[in-house]
């Protein structure tokens, strides 16, 4: 199934609390188990005013319908195609 990373504009996000971060993930979370979908978050990555997520899915539908039952928004969908890392160059 594919790979994509979410962009998500939301400005103060470094600035949110654990407990906020907490609630945020629990509303996600929710909304996947309600769809009964096949998606799978991995991980988020907050920074300054974005989060970064990496989510499997079968498509970028799936995440868009998940971005609107939740609010929250989903600026940018990326569909991974390759990854590297240092042993790449070996």
């Known amino acids: 199934m594919p790979k994509f990373i979410i962009e998500r504009n939301i ?12 609630a945020i993930s629990q509303k996600s979370c929710g909304i996947l188990r309600d769809m009964n979908s ?6 988020s990555y907050v920074t300054d005013n974005k989060v970064y997520c990496i989510y499997i899915a079968p498509n970028a539908d799936a995440i868009r319908e998940h971005a609107e039952l939740g609010g929250f928004p989903a600026n940018s969908i990326a569909e991974v195609r390759g990854m590297i890392d240092p042993s790449t160059a070996e």
Not at 11 to 22: D, I, N, R, S
Not at 38 to 43: F, G
Request: hydrophobic share 40%.
């Open 11 to 22: 400005p103060g996000a470094g600035k949110l609390t654990a407990q906020e971060l907490q």
């Open 38 to 43: 096949a998606i799978q978050w991995q991980e």
